[in-house]
């Protein structure tokens, strides 16, 4: 696990997402970017949200490669902009694939990871978070508006997943990617 970023400290604080490629990322990442201009993170859909563990990094690490083992693949097609009124985050819903991911946050959230999160786990692409009250119907207006305006497929499969680690100055930087099993599911 690369833990090397010059003058940051890490902090308690681990999540396990899902990176992809391609035209689709590279659009919503510009967005995220556009959208909220301080905004470091690439296009990823979350499947442990942020959340303190109990053991080091490199145990929980392994902790979640061994029950990766036998999760296949995921197909995920995404829908429309949203927003999640209690926390005022902007998102782009998951349609398809939906009940897969809950099912695999189900069996990821357990061992070394386990988490009693304040929201339950809904499949989502952040776009916004953390803006003034006074912008986010602007923001959010200005979302949907150039995600309707995407002209290409709107799909990924989620085939690895990786643990990644906060830091005090809030920036994420990736530990570890594991591939999701090569089993088809049936």
């Not at 303190?52 to 296949?72: F, K, T, V, W």
């Not at 819903?93 to 695999?104: D, P, Q």
Request: aromatic content about 8%; hydrophobic content about 45%.
């Amino acid at each position: 696990m690369d833990r090397s970023h010059v003058g940051e400290v890490a902090i308690n604080s681990f999540a396990l997402v899902s990176y992809f490629s391609g035209p689709l990322a590279e659009y919503l990442t510009r967005l995220r970017r556009e959208l909220v201009a301080d905004c470091g993170a690439k296009a990823h859909l979350t499947i442990l949200p942020p959340r303190p563990i109990q053991a080091s990094a490199i145990e929980a690490g392994r902790d979640l490669a061994l029950r990766m083992q036998d999760i296949p693949p995921i197909f995920v097609e995404l829908g429309d902009v949203q927003i999640f009124p209690e926390s005022r985050v902007i998102y782009v819903s998951v349609t398809n694939g939906h009940l897969e991911l809950e099912r695999m946050h189900d069996a990821l959230n357990a061992g070394s990871v386990a988490f009693e999160e304040p929201f339950p786990y809904h499949p989502h692409i952040t776009l916004a978070q953390d803006l003034p009250a006074e912008s986010i119907a602007e923001v959010l207006e200005r979302a949907r508006a150039h995600w309707t305006s995407w002209p290409h497929p709107r799909n990924f499969v989620v085939e690895k997943l990786t643990f990644v680690q906060n830091t005090l100055e809030n920036r994420w930087f990736d530990l570890e990617d594991v591939a999701l099993s090569t089993k088809v599911a049936s």
